[in-house]
């Protein structure tokens, strides 16, 4: 294993963090979207905490973050 590795693991390294789209208080809309000659897709809109009712990113967090049921 190269030191790097050693360090990774050392320190808890990783690749995700608490963000607002794992988060228990996470709510969003799916909305389908459609333009002839190309396939249906989902798009995400109005993405709310639920707690604070307030608007989030999915990328953002805050202190009061708990992470949802996988």
């Known amino acids: 294993m190269s030191k790097q590795s050693e360090n990774k693991i ?6 995700t963090a ?3 789209a794992g988060c228990l208080y996470f709510t969003s809309d799916s909305v389908t979207k459609s333009y002839p000659g190309y396939p249906d897709w989902q798009e995400e809109k ?5 707690l ?8 953002g967090w805050c ?5 949802a049921a996988k």
Do not use: D, I, T
């Open 10 to 15: 050392n320190q808890g390294y990783q690749k």
């Open 18 to 20: 608490p963000m607002c």
């Open 46 to 50: 109005s993405l709310r905490c639920s």
């Open 52 to 59: 604070g009712g307030f608007s989030v990113l999915k990328r």
């Open 63 to 67: 202190k009061k973050h708990e992470e």
